[in-house]
């Protein structure tokens, strides 16, 4: 867009008069936002730019004329919209206002317990800030203050004061209008109103730590940070949220290098001012006592001991040398260290065999990113210009929430149109007035081909697309046919930067198919070597099988638990047989079984960048100054040098700076070849097709320790359709089994939307770890009985 | 001396002026008829032409408010019916409605018919339950002789009448909380624009009036618009119940034309409690600034009460001898005033708070005249500041009666305590005194 075209599309100007000031701001900006423009802050308690106005504070009650007529009264700026002609004066010129102001701070104070040398709050707080710059020094109030039990537990996580409650109804508002989870609410009335939680539904909201933020006074803490430290004794850097590929900007606070609390960020391009309760409160696994802080080497006993590290580069280099060798990236790597592992299988081991995709999934799905989703630029932008989104494979409240706070932002302001291709229908899809397309696990791509777009729609496709054949087929078709966007969203945050830094078999940095001879040139131009492999490499199943069938000998595996893979025994057998270098922050299954165990830096404690799901870079910076632990690309660095084939970037910036200077690949992209469904299995009586996905609060281990976290988490259950549940006898609550030939889950039924021939589970929550258990996640036979 | 003008109350005498029978006699249900054969605009041009201005307090031209109700938009319009009559001393609606509930009915087919609303609600405050019955009766006996639900009158136009009790909350009278709570949410004062005539109940275009102005409706449509403004003075046309309580020899309801003044009405009801003098008064209702015997001759209606310095708001004159206690009785509308306060805004939720306990201690004799100063500082920070009218009303009191009785506040912390005997300013107490 041009600069002119930017100009074309802001309409529409209004100009007012601040304290004397003119402004011209776009109409409809409130007044309160027009003084900001002028750097005249207005004090103010329950406005917040990413909520409706309310106006119950009357905190920022300012002196308004319109064309010479004056408002017989001061008026809430934070309420109402410029107009042309409006003179407005603040405290800063209007006594008036600023006595209006005054009586309204010294209102608030008189009720609330001014208990801030032992509030959390207190040195960040809005309340203390504002009393301060527009209170009376002292108060007038000699009665009695009320006074109430303090704090209660509103959910495991969010604790209440109610004495500290000036009932400016941020939280409620926020519940209400941006998570859609109205689960707390303003009871009772008069001095006595208070936030309250419902008796029958716990304030088990994804989002509920945005009401503890955005608490203008210490009525709401986290339950984890209460009593850990005073803002002034916190070093805060911004950083990148590492959970999920939404990509949240955050403000990760230290204190003496132990990250004590994070915060969202604000990026009103990507996750506005807000960020999900996991993002927020699930950082303790880098602190966990069993973190890896020596490399270790196997000994000829098969015990694990603590080594140096050149004795432990050195033994890696020696375990790889002269094998054939193949690389697992996990989903959760920086942009750098990714480009350090696709260097590192294509230099120091001379293979194309490396995938990043720990979990299921199909070669269908890695022809779908070489082609149709390496360097797209399908962004949150497009959602908010949608005319309608579809959603294949992906949930979007479980598995990349701020995505589903963004499309139910359209929602709600626009009425946008969701449709949600699904075996069941999700709390998040229902909260998203979604229309609910029910299928047969295994049968979505029948029900892809069916949806009418146009070039307005997007499809928002989740990775669990991948586990069903021909799904990604049809949806390229539909986008390709209607000219809708696709948009690729992994649960992963490293997904996306691992898929544009190569660390996958068909595509080198930036794209560039391996097959693709200028393509490769370009690269081995850049990276000074002579040849790359130019065959397509193999998927991570494919290199399991390769070393469970004697072609491959070695692995290198960066934080890949072997229980997400598709076929979990292959993948096991595979680990156990073949020499392994694993690169990891905690003991995990691979380590149990690892040659060379090197301990790596956890995201806090180095720096680097993730990219988004849009494709949009996220960098942070060490937050942990004085950790010892590095990052993977200088690790991988070393074992290169020590293989006499260095890669030359043995920093992240390093890293960093050499993948910039790739560029996206202008050349042909790979074709997509697509893949035909197959028939949904013949179900008897007893079975059902399984489906699951992965609740956003699990048993994930980045979520380990987290008890408060895990208190909100959805409870485990087994959901059948109304018909299933009447032809087995059983109604909500009743015990279910749910097996196979590998093992039984066994949980309470819940009856609801949910497709009849279909039964869902929780991927990996409390006493349902499909993946363990049944060695399947979706699309196979299993039998659903009473228990 | 003022002729009185009863038309609301003109048969509350007789047995059975509440049933349908009843109000036939006196030619009940024609005045829809006739206004269902008219042009709807031509009703509210009929409405606008009489002068009518709303009864709740506020004095809004009714059909004004009619005529903001966009037309050909496609959209369901709503007329609802505020009869959650809870301003202390306020006791106009529920004796009409006990007396006479048919009127409204009919007034409520009129007004739907010109504002082309296929549903009226009447929100009905919850302590009623006399009055809940007889309207609810009244809806019943409307929907058997075919004047509610569907084809009424015959006419092709349809009306649903839906009678919704409220839980007894005084900011439910304040038309948007009433929507709120009519909507099955908590009542509290919604932000405004946009008004309720453009997003209203359930967010559609929707009238809100008081119990009177509607029970008006159909004298107008039956007599014309020039009887109605015969009646009343220049700007406040008509006849309206004044409601009289307290210390007053026979308290009640007298239905006169506007600007009839305080003196004519205590007259009529048999002067102030035998033995005493007034003291103070309210116009309409405790949230209206208080007036003293200077004000007896002051007519009431909008503009004369007004031009005094107070509200004529609902009419409700109560009546305060020389027994009563100006500090007591300010203190027991001030707790009201807190109890009720919504808690939305924080001027009036923690002022009201505030307010008491001071009103407290100076009756109790704690205090000093910084206090009074105090006081008065406090009720400007919360007039014109809190987000509706409740705050402001919560005030009135307390400006007005220090403006009047600011010996009496000194008084009490002088004395050290309230110099007056509380019994004696009891109904009781002068009925014992009589027998």
């Given at each position: 867009m041009t600069t002119q075209e930017q100009t074309a599309q802001v309409v529409d100007l209004i100009t007012v008069v601040i304290d004397g000031f003119e402004v011209s701001v776009p109409k409809g900006t409130l007044v309160i936002r027009a003084a900001e423009k002028l750097g005249i802050q207005i004090p103010r308690f329950c406005d917040h730019p990413l909520l409706d106005p309310v106006g119950a504070c009357r905190q920022c009650l300012v002196d308004i004329e319109i064309n010479g007529r004056a408002f017989p009264k001061p008026q809430a700026s934070c309420t109402i919209p410029v107009e042309?002609?409006?003179?407005?004066?603040?405290?800063?010129?209007?006594?008036?206002?600023?006595?209006?102001?005054?009586?309204?701070?010294?209102?608030?104070?008189?009720?609330?317990?001014?208990?801030?040398?032992?509030?959390?709050?207190?040195?960040?707080?809005?309340?203390?800030?504002?009393?301060?710059?527009?209170?009376?020094?002292?108060?007038?109030?000699?009665?009695?203050?009320?006074?109430?039990?303090?704090?209660?537990?509103?959910?495991?996580?969010?604790?209440?004061?109610?004495?500290?409650?000036?009932?400016?109804?941020?939280?409620?508002?926020?519940?209400?209008?941006?998570?859609?989870?109205?689960?707390?609410?303003?009871?009772?009335?008069?001095?006595?109103?208070?936030?309250?939680?419902?008796?029958?539904?716990?304030?088990?909201?994804?989002?509920?730590?945005?009401?503890?933020?955005?608490?203008?006074?210490?009525a709401l803490t986290g339950a984890s940070y209460r009593f850990r430290s005073r803002p002034f004794d916190l070093v805060s850097t911004p950083s990148a949220c590492e959970h999920c590929a939404s990509g949240c900007s955050l403000r990760t606070d230290v204190r003496r290098s132990k990250t004590l609390r994070r915060l969202a960020g604000d990026d009103p391009e990507v996750n506005e001012e807000w960020n999900c309760d996991k993002g927020r409160w699930a950082f303790k696994y880098v602190t966990a006592p069993d973190r890896l802080t020596h490399p270790m080497v196997r000994d000829a006993s098969g015990e694990l001991q603590i080594a140096s590290w050149p004795e432990a580069i050195a033994a890696a280099a020696n375990g790889l040398r002269g094998k054939r060798a193949g690389v697992l990236v996990g989903g959760r790597t920086t942009v750098e260290d990714a480009y350090g592992y696709s260097k590192f299988a294509r230099v120091a081991l001379g293979t194309n065999d490396i995938d990043f995709r720990a979990r299921i999934s199909s070669d269908e799905e890695r022809e779908f990113l070489a082609s149709r989703v390496v360097g797209s630029i399908t962004s949150n932008a497009d959602i908010d210009r949608a005319d309608s989104v579809l959603l294949v494979g992906f949930e979007a409240e479980e598995e990349s929430p701020i995505v589903f706070l963004r499309v139910h932002k359209q929602v709600r302001k626009r009425g946008l149109k969701v449709t949600a291709i699904a075996s069941k229908l999700s709390i998040g899809n229902e909260k998203l007035k979604a229309n609910f397309v029910s299928v047969a696990p295994g049968a979505e791509a029948e029900a892809i081909a069916k949806q009418e777009l146009t070039a307005q729609s997007v499809i928002l496709v989740g990775e669990r697309a991948s586990e069903s054949a021909g799904a990604l087929s049809a949806v390229v078709a539909l986008a390709d046919r209607t000219g809708a966007k696709i948009a690729w969203i992994p649960r992963r945050a490293g997904e996306r930067g691992a898929l544009e830094a190569g660390a996958i078999g068909n595509v080198l940095p930036g794209g560039r198919p391996v097959t693709d001879a200028a393509a490769r040139a370009d690269v081995s131009a850049m990276w000074g070597v002579e040849k790359l492999p130019s065959e397509i490499g193999l998927s991570s199943e494919g290199i399991f099988?390769?070393?469970?069938?004697?072609?491959?000998?070695?692995?290198?595996?960066?934080?890949?638990?072997?229980?997400?893979?598709?076929?979990?025994?292959?993948?096991?057998?595979?680990?156990?047989?073949?020499?392994?270098?694993?690169?990891?922050?905690?003991?995990?299954?691979?380590?149990?079984?690892?040659?060379?165990?090197?301990?790596?830096?956890?995201?806090?404690?180095?720096?680097?960048?993730?990219?988004?799901?849009?494709?949009?870079?996220?960098?942070?910076?060490?937050?942990?100054?004085?950790?010892?632990?590095?990052?993977?690309?200088?690790?991988?660095?070393?074992?290169?040098?020590?293989?006499?084939?260095?890669?030359?970037?043995?920093?992240?910036?390093?890293?960093?700076?050499?993948?910039?200077?790739?560029?996206?690949?202008?050349?042909?992209?790979?074709?997509?070849?697509?893949?035909?469904?197959?028939?949904?299995?013949?179900?008897?009586?007893?079975?059902?097709?399984?489906?699951?996905?992965?609740?956003?609060?699990?048993?994930?281990?980045?979520?380990?320790?987290?008890?408060?976290?895990?208190?909100?988490?959805?409870?485990?259950?087994?959901?059948?359709?109304?018909?299933?549940?009447?032809?087995?006898?059983?109604?909500?609550?009743?015990?279910?089994?749910?097996?196979?030939?590998?093992?039984?889950?066994?949980?309470?039924?819940?009856?609801?939307?949910?497709?009849?021939?279909?039964?869902?589970?929780?991927?990996?929550?409390?006493?349902?770890?499909?993946?363990?258990?049944?060695?399947?996640?979706?699309?196979?036979?299993?039998?659903?009985?009473?228990? | 001396m003022t002729t009185l003008t009863p038309v609301l109350s003109a048969h509350w005498d007789e047995k059975d002026s509440f049933t349908m029978a009843g109000y036939k006699r006196h030619d009940g249900y024609k005045a829809a008829e006739k206004a269902l054969k008219m042009e709807p605009d031509a009703v509210i041009q009929l409405i606008k032409d009489s002068g009518l201005r709303g009864r709740g307090g506020a004095g809004f031209p009714t059909g004004m408010k009619w005529g903001f109700i966009p037309q050909g938009d496609n959209k369901d319009h709503y007329l609802v019916v505020n009869a959650d009559e809870s301003e202390p001393g306020t006791c106009k609606d529920m004796p009409l409605l006990l007396a006479n509930p048919h009127v409204l009915v009919e007034g409520m087919i009129i007004a739907s018919y010109a504002i082309r609303a296929k549903y009226a609600f009447v929100y009905v405050r919850g302590e009623v339950t006399h009055v809940v019955r007889r309207v609810q009766q009244a809806i019943q006996d409307a929907y058997a002789a075919g004047y509610l639900g569907k084809n009424i009158f015959g006419s092709g136009v349809d009306l649903e009448l839906v009678l919704h009790v409220g839980a007894g909350a005084y900011i439910c009278g304040e038309e948007t909380a009433l929507l709120d709570s009519l909507e099955g949410f908590r009542g509290q004062p919604r932000l405004r624009p946009p008004f309720p005539a453009i997003a209203g109940l359930y967010a559609r275009p929707t009238v809100v009036n008081n119990v009177e102005s509607i029970s008006s409706v159909p004298s107008i449509i039956n007599r014309g618009a020039e009887w109605f403004s015969s009646m009343g003075t220049e700007k406040s046309k008509g006849m309206t119940i004044y409601s009289l309580s307290g210390h007053v020899t026979n308290p009640g309801q007298i239905e006169a034309p506007l600007g009839i003044t305080l003196r004519e009405l205590l007259d009529l009801a048999g002067g102030v409690r035998e033995g005493h003098q007034l003291k103070f008064w309210t116009p309409g209702g405790s949230s209206t600034p208080i007036f003293t015997a200077a004000q007896l001759d002051t007519p009431l209606d909008y503009e004369g009460v007004a031009a005094a310095g107070s509200m004529l708001g609902t009419k409700a004159l109560q009546i305060f001898d020389e027994t009563t206690c100006v500090v007591r009785a300010v203190l027991r509308w001030s707790e009201f005033y807190k109890h009720e306060s919504c808690g939305k805004c924080t001027p009036c939720r923690e002022g009201t708070y505030w307010l008491v306990q001071i009103l407290r201690d100076l009756e109790n004799g704690k205090g000093?005249?910084?206090?009074?100063?105090?006081?008065?500082?406090?009720?400007?920070?919360?007039?014109?500041?809190?987000?509706?009218?409740?705050?402001?009303?919560?005030?009135?009191?307390?400006?007005?009666?220090?403006?009047?009785?600011?010996?009496?506040?000194?008084?009490?912390?002088?004395?050290?305590?309230?110099?007056?005997?509380?019994?004696?300013?009891t109904l009781f107490a002068s009925a014992k005194a009589g027998a």
């Open positions: 042309p002609g409006m003179v407005v004066k603040t405290q800063l010129t209007s006594p008036v206002a600023e006595k209006a102001q005054k009586g309204v701070m010294e209102f608030l104070l008189i009720n609330h317990p001014l208990d801030c040398p032992v509030c959390d709050k207190g040195g960040e707080c809005p309340l203390q800030n504002q009393a301060m710059s527009n209170g009376r020094a002292e108060s007038r109030f000699e009665g009695k203050k009320r006074t109430f039990e303090k704090p209660i537990n509103i959910s495991s996580q969010v604790l209440l004061d109610r004495e500290r409650c000036i009932l400016c109804a941020r939280c409620t508002r926020f519940s209400d209008q941006i998570a859609a989870d109205p689960f707390i609410t303003l009871n009772e009335r008069g001095a006595l109103q208070q936030v309250g939680i419902y008796e029958n539904q716990p304030f088990e909201s994804y989002f509920s730590g945005n009401t503890v933020q955005i608490c203008p006074v210490g099988a390769a070393v469970n069938s004697d072609q491959i000998h070695a692995l290198v595996v960066g934080g890949v638990d072997p229980h997400d893979s598709g076929n979990n025994a292959a993948a096991i057998k595979a680990l156990k047989s073949a020499f392994v270098v694993s690169l990891e922050i905690r003991p995990s299954e691979v380590t149990k079984i690892a040659d060379v165990v090197l301990p790596v830096a956890a995201v806090p404690e180095k720096s680097g960048s993730f990219m988004n799901w849009e494709g949009r870079s996220r960098f942070f910076e060490v937050a942990v100054p004085d950790s010892l632990n590095r990052s993977d690309v200088r690790i991988l660095s070393m074992i290169a040098d020590e293989l006499a084939r260095p890669m030359g970037i043995s920093s992240v910036k390093s890293a960093a700076n050499e993948f910039a200077a790739f560029g996206e690949w202008d050349g042909a992209k790979l074709n997509f070849s697509p893949v035909a469904s197959v028939p949904v299995p013949k179900i008897a009586a007893d079975q059902a097709v399984l489906t699951s996905w992965r609740r956003l609060l699990d048993e994930s281990s980045l979520q380990e320790g987290e008890d408060n976290l895990a208190g909100t988490a959805r409870k485990s259950v087994v959901v059948i359709s109304p018909k299933r549940a009447s032809v087995l006898g059983v109604a909500d609550g009743d015990s279910v089994r749910v097996s196979n030939q590998h093992g039984a889950v066994v949980l309470p039924v819940l009856v609801e939307a949910i497709h009849d021939d279909a039964v869902w589970l929780p991927r990996n929550s409390l006493g349902s770890h499909v993946l363990a258990t049944l060695g399947v996640a979706s699309g196979s036979l299993v039998t659903v009985v009473k228990d | 000093s005249e910084a206090d009074l100063a105090k006081l008065l500082d406090l009720c400007e920070n919360i007039l014109g500041r809190a987000f509706c009218a409740l705050g402001d009303g919560a005030t009135s009191p307390i400006t007005s009666s220090i403006k009047h009785f600011r010996d009496e506040y000194i008084a009490h912390f002088t004395h050290g305590g309230c110099p007056f005997d509380p019994y004696a300013s």
